[in-house]
């Protein structure tokens, strides 16, 4: 049970480029999110999804573009990057969404923008 | 809107000696709360979480927490500090949404002297 994966960990892109962060989760659930991290910052909802093929925006959506076509994986795309999007993202998960889930976080992916 | 402040930015103590991390939230209707702790370059790992249930709440690794809905505080303690717990502490919250949104502070960061 691997839990909540991410890849790739480390990336530069220049500014312009596009990418996708990958996140997978083995534990069947529901509800998966996806948050930034900025020093000092806290953790910020980019998106989030609350099945296959449901998808919403968070507080910071711009820039940024999902899609959820399985339960497991949930896909975060960089269209045009900016150095704005310098950042760690993190994927979570958790069973229903309920206010007392608890949310199970990946190791995150470091990305740079130049 | 809902708000977690975290009094202190950074914390220092001795091994051994308690640890105190403070938490805020912005009064609402039955608040779930959460510490999460994330080691260097590493992902969020649940501590402990409060979901009004007993309102002294044991985590892991000799943690606890005491949700005061007077004070509307939810404080992270532990008597004896180890140095594997230097670390960045987050205090959450969820409620209000349907998807189980969580709002972080801003972050704690502990360090432990020998």
């Known amino acids: 049970n691997a839990g909540v994966t991410q890849t790739p960990k480390f990336r530069i892109l220049k500014i312009g480029q596009s990418m996708t962060l990958q996140c997978t989760q083995d534990?069947?659930?529901?509800?998966m999110y996806w948050y930034r991290q900025d020093p000092g910052m806290g953790l910020k909802l980019i998106y989030y999804?609350?099945?296959?093929?449901?998808?919403d925006k968070g507080e910071v959506p711009n820039g940024y573009n999902v899609s959820r076509s399985t339960t497991e994986d949930f896909p975060l795309r960089l269209e045009l990057a900016a150095p704005s999007q310098t950042s760690v993202y993190f994927c979570?998960?958790?069973?229903?969404?309920?206010?007392?889930?608890?949310?199970?976080f990946g190791p995150g992916t470091r990305l740079t923008v130049l | 809107a809902q708000s977690v402040t975290q009094l202190d930015s950074h914390v220092s103590v001795s091994e051994g000696t308690p640890v105190l991390l403070r938490c805020n939230y912005s009064?609402?209707?039955?608040?779930?709360l959460f510490w999460y702790v994330q080691h260097p370059n590493k992902g969020l790992q649940l501590l402990l979480k409060?979901?009004?249930?007993?309102?002294l709440v044991k985590g892991i690794n000799g943690f606890e927490a005491e949700f005061k809905k007077s004070e509307t505080s939810f404080h992270l303690t532990k008597p004896s500090a180890h140095m594997s717990d230097a670390a960045e502490y987050f205090c959450?919250?969820?409620?209000?949404?349907?998807?189980?949104?969580?709002?972080f502070g801003q972050g704690t960061i502990l360090t432990v002297h020998p």
């Open positions: 534990m069947n659930h529901n509800y």
């Open positions: 409060y979901t009004s249930a007993a309102t």
């Open positions: 959450a919250r969820s409620g209000g949404t349907s998807y189980g949104k969580l709002t």
């Open positions: 009064s609402s209707y039955s608040p779930s």
């Open positions: 979570a998960s958790s069973y229903q969404g309920a206010r007392t889930d608890t949310q199970y």
């Open positions: 999804s609350v099945g296959a093929g449901i998808t």
